[in-house]
């Protein structure tokens, strides 16, 4: 049956024979190849793009006591930041930050041996943010914001007063949020006379790039399979609320 039907559907897909698949698969990934160069083309203009200098001093609360934003640099030139979504009122973090922070553990270890560092900030109290963080079994530094500007110098935390106009600055743009956190991601360097410069930050969509799962996903006949739910991600639970995958 050689029946098209509606993107995203797998009931009856069209089937061929293996020679015409392999036909079909070489045309596609001359696709993927010019997605491939697009992607890399991009990255290489997101590394050209210029720094901002940071002279604010912000401090944070950790584990081992307080920290500047510096220090969180762990000796390393590059800082990765996941602003991740716990506000000081809240009990527990994001469900849809949870999923992207449920990838770090696996990739800390690479990305230090490229000079990197990772590491998650909320405004949520330090004591909550540990409960919270030993719940999920996670490994990865992660401090608190609270009673810091960091969260609203870079746009992913917003006043009341911001929230009650209807409109908030997020994502390079004044729009609706439902929320008074946002998600995002920021990266920063430091230079060899330890002056500090913000490189990137990027939100929406664009925190994406942690969620390998969705990469995945992306590859199967089904693939993020979110056509039936209220709004993207209305899926994802904290991985110890999942019910029994299915058989």
């Known amino acids: 049956m050689n029946t098209t039907i509606a993107e995203g559907s797998i009931v009856n897909h069209r089937v061929v024979s293996g020679d015409q698949w392999v036909t079909e ?21 997101r590394r050209a793009l210029p720094w901002v200098r940071v002279d604010k001093v912000y401090v944070f609360d950790a584990p081992g ?3 500047t934003l510096s220090d969180l640099f762990e000796g390393r030139r590059q800082l990765l930041v996941q602003h991740f979504m716990f506000g000081p009122e ?3 973090g994001c469900p849809s930050c949870s999923f992207m922070a449920d990838h770090i553990d ?12 990772l590491v998650v900030i909320s405004r949520a109290p330090l004591a909550v943010i540990e409960r919270f963080r030993r719940r999920m079994g996670w490994q990865f530094p992660w401090v608190s914001s609270h009673g810091s500007e960091f969260n609203y110098d870079f746009a992913v935390s917003f006043t009341p007063e911001e ?6 600055y997020y994502n390079y743009g004044m729009t609706s949020f439902p929320a008074g956190e946002a998600p995002g991601i920021s990266v920063f360097y430091k230079d060899d006379a330890g002056e500090l410069f913000h490189t990137y930050s990027t939100y929406g969509r664009g925190v994406e790039v942690m969620m390998g799962a969705y990469k995945m996903m992306d590859l199967t006949p089904k693939g993020r399979d979110e056509g039936d739910v209220p709004h993207k991600m209305a899926w ?12």
């Open 25 to 45: 698969r070489r045309a596609f990934l001359a696709r993927e190849k010019e997605l491939t160069r697009l992607h890399d083309q991009v990255a290489a203009e």
């Open 65 to 67: 006591g307080r920290r």
């Open 90 to 92: 809240w009990e527990e």
């Open 106 to 117: 696996g990739m800390n270890v690479h990305l230090a041996q490229r000079d990197i560092t």
């Open 163 to 168: 929230q009650a106009s209807g409109k908030v």
């Open 236 to 247: 994802v639970r904290h991985h110890d609320r999942y019910a029994p995958a299915p058989i």
